[in-house]
């Protein structure tokens, strides 16, 4: 298995401008989460889904963010209108649920910067 | 309430061990992990410890959980170049659901030879 994947990998934009983050979980894994790191906050669980349904999203800092998860293979995190604020690496990771141990598997990041 | 501390910045030298301290609130943790993160990529999970152990042994890796004073250790034997990584201790309550984490703000260690 490839991982966790993410695009893009670098993505610069212009405040205002709506952003798209891409994340391909790991085949067979049931969680998926997004989480933003920055230096200040460091790392901030923002929303995570089980069986492609959201289960919490109280860490999403606004209504300018927003995730889907149309299936079990594809996720979005959308932000729109983009902030200079909102300039982070923000991870993708999944994993398959167990009741005596889980793993997160994290994707290789986004780093987002708005100018 | 929910808050896991570390250190921000631990200097070794090569070939010494570096010890890497947590601490956290909630009392209810289930199981500890420690993560290392490399530049430019994601975490990796390194080693986990549940909660009713005292102690963990994976190669030169050591983990020690204090229950009673909150705190969490992991020990690297031999520290090599390769270690120096940001290394994140994470917490998992026992939601009886999977896992949301709580990590901490993240150790740099420097391996100095």
């Known amino acids: 298995d490839a991982g966790v994947i993410q695009s893009p990998r670098h993505e610069v934009t212009e405040m205002g401008q709506e952003v798209t983050l891409r994340c391909k979980p790991i085949?067979?894994?049931?969680?998926l989460f997004w989480y933003r790191q920055t230096m200040m906050r460091g790392l901030e669980l923002l929303i995570y889904f089980n069986n492609n349904v959201p289960i919490d999203d109280s860490g999403m800092p606004e209504d300018r963010f927003s995730a889907k998860m149309p299936n079990a293979s594809f996720s979005t995190l959308k932000i729109q209108p983009s902030e200079p604020r909102d300039s982070a690496v923000y991870f993708c990771?999944?994993?398959?649920?167990?009741?005596?141990?889980?793993?997160?598997?994290f994707g290789s990041g986004t780093q987002l910067s708005v100018l | 309430g929910e808050d896991v501390e570390q250190s921000l910045f631990l200097s070794v030298r090569e070939g010494d061990s570096s010890v890497i301290n947590c601490t956290y609130t909630d009392s209810s943790s289930t199981y500890l992990y420690w993560y290392k993160q490399e530049p430019g990529a994601g975490l990796q999970l390194l080693t986990y410890i549940f909660s009713n152990m005292d102690m963990k042994q994976d190669q030169r890796l050591t983990v020690l959980l204090n229950k009673k004073d909150k705190h969490l250790s992991l020990r690297i034997a031999d520290t090599q170049t390769g270690d120096s990584a940001i290394y994140f201790c994470?917490?998992?309550?026992?939601?009886?659901?999977?896992?949301?984490?709580?990590f901490g703000t993240g150790t740099r260690l420097q391996v100095t030879l």
């Open positions: 994470a917490e998992r309550l026992n939601t009886g659901t999977a896992s949301k984490l709580t």
């Open positions: 085949s067979g894994h049931d969680y």
């Open positions: 990771a999944s994993t398959f649920y167990s009741a005596t141990n889980e793993k997160l598997f």
